[in-house]
């Protein structure tokens, strides 16, 4: 009997619920049909029966009769408000709009923080900004959206926005990781702190209005590495170029072939380099050469001057298709037509701060590059063809939203994109030849530029892969460079032999010690640089006022060491060193050591660097940076004497606190970060207006008033100071500026020197020879002996060889392999 009660819950549970009755009187009048036979495994329990049924909801109390389920066909169902609040969230409304009067944001308003976000999208309606508060940087309505796809973090409405956001100290890592997917990217910092705001505020200047704030930095694909050293927190730099590339064309007039030829500017910019690439030429239907300088150059970001042809817009979409991650810009070039573009560079020169002495550094730097065509300040903007100065007109415009249009104005950085000097491999050699990446999966693996590159440093890695692209055709030209990596691979030699050569005596020896020195010299100087900072990079953030303190000193310093290393090779002939003792006998490496070791560099670099104070740079204590005194940086010093002013009149205050309360050895305590507490005991009785800050079962520490208020000045005084060193450091480096062509060029030397030295190692790796040239009188013609394949010597354990080959002025092959083999020997 004990069991019953559960099969009959059992039964109730498995079998087939009865409708529901209308009404209590009609369940009691009506019979209800017994239900149909239960499952054999249970067919011995029994259901209720309709009398006690009706017994059972007479006793419970009435309730409403359950209307049967409507069909949902004949109902209007109301349309769901998600897309309206995804709207209302998303996007502000106008900016002529009050939404403090109306229902947005729950009939509350903008709150002062987002009525700033909203004034700075109105003002930067294409950047996703990303605004500082507090200790996170927040993003608001469409920019949290884009930034929780991009970064996998949670966006959430928060009154009037959706809103998400990242911690300040991670702030370049997530930069980098929007400017990849291709966003332009805004960072909004406040620009006064809490102790000016209060200051303010007492002075009765707006103590309600929120922290001012304004767009401190953007970045794009392009501008990201010029601006990278003011961005604190994670986020590894590229090696590699990226080049911001504007391309212009106009149609060439020819019946019947409209559209067809083209001629084509382009200008090409590597803002964190300073190189400025330039060049117009005539292009044909297939955009071949448009495309050559594409391949060449692998722009991250590209800027079309419209209206272009229709050729030309479909080659560059094509390039900067969705899966290249290169951003595009389309611009107008209307207004810079008709004289517009040149009367737009002329205006940047007349505002540029280029003095005498960069003029000169200038003609300096032409002298290393005697090869390239450069322009030069106001002339070489007059000499421009028509396209290339409308390109460089909308570079420049573009150039101005990031703060980075004075590179134009240095001559120093222009180069042709073609030269008379070297060979212009088109588009299809590059890739038939797999110079800059393989035609496998497109990686730079097994291609002819990583095969050759034994560079030590990034810039000159950059350097390295331009020679590969552009190599020479001057005869005078290939031999100095010969003569250059021969002498440098001759001092490796000695360097292995020299127990055997310092046996020797006599002069002999003193020439092999020079050879040795050569080789030992360069490899420590290169090593250094490629253990530092990308110094090429380096010196144009400084150009561009973006480098911090720590990035500044590590620069120069680096810059410094080269140069002072460098100037223990004898180089020219004078009365005391002959011919034969002088380390260096090439003229090209000559000149490259001399102006990377160049005095007026160096003085120059021992002159900022005593400015500074190293330490506090690589702590990054910006208010203790500058070694300031009354005629160096007198605004620094004057803030260092307010700061210690207001100190002095604490250290004042505990002076009458000690005969205040009778006690001799009374000092300020400073605990968890809090300065300047009076700690007494527990039954010492203190004053009713002194505030407890903390305590422990047998102290307790308060702050007076004096101190609260001295303690305010002081703290207003730092800050002060502190901005006062951010000026001082911003007029600091715009001062660089002077100097900048003077260390561009050291740089570029160094550059030269590391591609050098890294054909000399591959030349003594390999065992590779040197190709000898006939006298100028006798017939071009081509003689190889025991030719190799140089991918496929770094690829199989037996070289491939080619027979012996001569050939004149035209030769046929029988294998195609045996001609890809010929054309990468030469």
Wanted: aromatic residues 6%; contains cysteine.
């Amino acid at each position: 009997m004990a069991k019953q009660p559960k099969q009959q819950v059992l039964s109730r549970f498995f079998s087939p619920k009865p409708p529901p009755p209308t009404s209590t009187a009609a369940a009691a009048a009506q019979p209800v049909a017994p239900p149909p036979p239960p499952k054999p495994s249970v067919s011995t329990v029994a259901s209720f029966s309709p009398a006690k049924r009706a017994r059972a909801l007479s006793r419970s109390p009435k309730t409403a009769a359950k209307r049967p389920r409507p069909s949902p066909s004949p109902v209007s169902v109301t349309p769901p408000r998600g897309a309206a609040v995804r709207r209302a969230l998303l996007e502000p409304p106008p900016p002529g709009s009050n939404p403090s009067g109306g229902d947005g944001g729950g009939g509350r308003g903008y709150t002062p923080l987002e009525q700033q976000v909203v004034d700075l999208k109105a003002r930067h309606p294409d950047v996703l900004l990303m605004v500082e508060v507090g200790y996170r940087f927040r993003f608001f309505g469409e920019d949290a959206a884009v930034a929780a796809s991009v970064l996998g973090i949670v966006a959430h409405p928060d009154r009037s926005f959706l809103t998400a956001s990242v911690p300040t100290f991670r702030l370049g890592f997530h930069v980098r990781r929007l400017v990849d997917a291709g966003h332009k990217v805004g960072v909004v910092r406040q620009t006064e702190t809490a102790a000016i705001k209060a200051a303010a505020a007492a002075r009765g200047g707006g103590g309600a209005a929120p922290f001012a704030r304004e767009l401190s930095a953007v970045y794009t694909r392009a501008t990201i590495e010029a601006g990278a050293g003011e961005m604190e927190g994670g986020g590894a730099p590229e090696e590699g170029s990226r080049y911001l590339v504007c391309v212009v064309d106009k149609e060439v007039d020819a019946v019947g072939r409209e559209g067809f030829e083209v001629k084509v500017g382009v200008v090409a910019i590597e803002v964190s380099t300073g190189e400025v690439v330039h060049g117009e030429f005539m292009d044909g239907a297939a955009r071949s050469g448009l495309e050559a300088v594409l391949l060449g150059l692998a722009p991250v970001e590209v800027i079309l001057g419209t209206p272009l042809s229709f050729s030309t817009e479909k080659l560059m979409r094509a390039y900067a298709g969705p899966a290249s991650n290169v951003r595009v810009e389309c611009t107008s070039r209307n207004c810079f037509s008709e004289g517009g573009a040149l009367a737009e560079l002329m205006s940047l020169f007349e505002k540029s701060e280029v003095n005498s002495p960069t003029i000169e550094n200038d003609k300096q730097m032409m002298e290393i590059n005697e090869e390239d065509n450069n322009l030069r300040g106001m002339e070489g903007v007059m000499a421009m063809p028509e396209l290339v100065a409308q390109a460089m007109a909308l570079s420049v415009h573009y150039l101005k939203g990031f703060g980075m249009e004075r590179l134009i104005c240095f001559g120093s950085s222009f180069r042709p994109f073609t030269a008379n000097t070297e060979m212009s491999l088109s588009a299809n050699a590059l890739q038939q030849l797999e110079v800059l990446k393989n035609n496998s999966d497109g990686s730079i693996e097994g291609s002819l530029f990583q095969t050759m590159n034994n560079t030590c440093t990034a810039f000159g890695s950059r350097l390295f892969r331009h020679w590969l692209t552009h190599p020479l055709c001057d005869r005078n030209l290939i031999c100095a460079r010969h003569d250059a990596i021969s002498e440098i691979s001759e001092s490796m030699g000695s360097r292995q032999d020299s127990v055997s050569i310092r046996q020797d005596e006599g002069d002999g020896c003193c020439a092999a010690s020079a050879r040795s020195d050569l080789s030992t010299i360069l490899s420590s100087v290169l090593t250094m640089l490629g253990r530092s900072l990308d110094s090429q990079r380096g010196i144009t953030r400084i150009f561009h006022c973006k480098a911090t303190a720590k990035e500044f000193v590590g620069v120069i310093q680096a810059v410094l060491t080269a140069g002072k290393e460098l100037r223990k090779l004898v180089l020219e002939d004078t009365d005391n060193v002959s011919s034969q003792h002088r380390t260096v006998h090439s003229s090209l490496l000559r000149r490259l050591i001399s102006t990377a070791s160049s005095s007026a560099v160096l003085a120059n670099a021992v002159k900022l660097l005593s400015c500074l104070d190293k330490d506090a740079a690589d702590q990054g204590d910006m208010i203790n940076l500058f070694i300031s005194s009354v005629d160096q940086f007198p605004e620094v010093a004057e803030g260092h004497v307010t700061v210690q002013m207001a100190k002095q009149k604490l250290d004042l205050l505990i002076v009458e606190y000690r005969k205040q309360l009778g006690m001799r050895s009374l000092e300020y305590k400073t605990v968890s970060g809090t300065a300047y507490l009076i700690e007494l005991p527990v039954d010492r009785r203190v004053p009713s207006n002194w505030m407890k800050v903390n305590s422990t079962k047998k102290t307790i520490r308060y702050h007076t008033p004096e101190v609260l208020k001295n303690l305010d000045n002081l703290l207003l005084a730092k800050e002060e100071l502190a901005v006062i060193c951010r000026k001082t450091w911003h007029k600091f480096l715009m001062d660089f500026g002077k100097y900048y062509a003077q260390f561009q060029a050291s740089v570029e030397s160094l550059a030269a020197l590391d591609c050098l030295y890294s054909l000399a190692t591959l030349a003594k790796q390999n065992n590779y020879v040197q190709p000898n040239f006939v006298p100028e009188n006798e017939a071009s013609q081509i003689h190889i002996k025991d030719g190799r394949h140089p991918k496929k010597l770094s690829i199989l354990l037996m070289a491939f060889r080619i027979k012996p080959s001569e050939f004149d002025h035209i030769s046929t092959f029988s294998s195609v392999l045996h001609i890809n083999t010929f054309i990468y020997l030469m």
